[in-house]
């Protein structure tokens, strides 16, 4: 099973800033099997990034998804109000199972 | 628009049962392998469970398997989780997840629901 761990745990930041979300695997993620969410307290988790770089639909260019190998990178520019929020990622080149990080909080 | 609505958690004793469900809408469901996530409080996100489009394969974490069962009812555009023998360790948030494949054995996740509160304390 791939371990994966973010980093940081919290990162505070003010909006117009960009934030640098890191997610490290336990070993290789096949094909770059790897995605990005959003998570907003009593809201469904929303897909942002998925293949470590393609933006799902409606995402903005703001968010952008870089890595392969063990080391992935989430970037969001220009932080919105609403951007603040937990961010993790999940990998799903060896499965089952998928597995997914602890998150980072991204908070003001 | 894609929705997932979870209904079915509550408060169990331990030993107890429960299914929950997920009403699908919004895309052709049997064209998709569908998930069972969950998070327990304080912790990160664990897969629990997934069924391929034609319900015909399933796969669990072994941490669930022989005590939770996901299966679909296609005409009705409906996923389940039977959960039985439950433990204190399953008190989680439920997710009902899509997948964006057909075949369920792993896949990111491209649509979430909200979820559904499970606790399991006597």
């Known amino acids: 099973e791939i371990v994966l761990t973010q980093s940081p745990g919290t990162l505070s930041l003010s909006s117009g800033e960009t934030a640098t979300l890191s997610c490290r695997a336990s070993q290789s993620v096949p094909a770059r099997y790897l995605a990005w969410y959003q998570h907003k307290a009593g809201q469904a988790p929303r897909l942002l990034i998925y293949g470590a770089s393609r933006r799902a639909t409606g995402i903005p260019d703001r968010f952008s998804g870089s890595g392969s190998g063990t080391d992935f990178t989430l970037t969001i520019s220009r932080l919105e109000p609403e951007d603040f929020a937990v961010y993790f990622c999940?990998?799903?080149?060896?499965?089952?199972?998928?597995?997914f990080g602890g998150g980072t909080k991204v908070e003001i | 628009e894609v929705q997932l609505l979870e209904s079915g958690g509550g408060l169990v004793q331990p030993g107890g049962s429960l299914r929950l469900s997920c009403a699908a809408s919004g895309f052709t469901f049997n064209n998709y392998a569908m998930i069972w996530v969950r998070q327990a409080p304080g912790k990160g996100l664990e897969w629990v469970a997934s069924t391929s489009g034609n319900g015909v394969s399933t796969y669990y974490a072994d941490s669930v398997k022989g005590r939770f069962t996901i299966s679909r009812d296609n005409s009705k555009n409906t996923l389940y989780l039977q959960m039985t023998s439950l433990r204190a360790e399953d008190t989680a948030i439920y997710y009902c997840?899509?997948?964006?494949?057909?075949?369920?054995?792993?896949?990111?996740?491209?649509?979430w629901g909200q979820g559904t509160q499970v606790t399991v304390s006597s």
């Open positions: 997840v899509k997948d964006p494949d057909f075949y369920g054995s792993g896949s990111y996740c491209d649509y």
């Open positions: 999940q990998q799903y080149g060896n499965t089952p199972p998928i597995t």
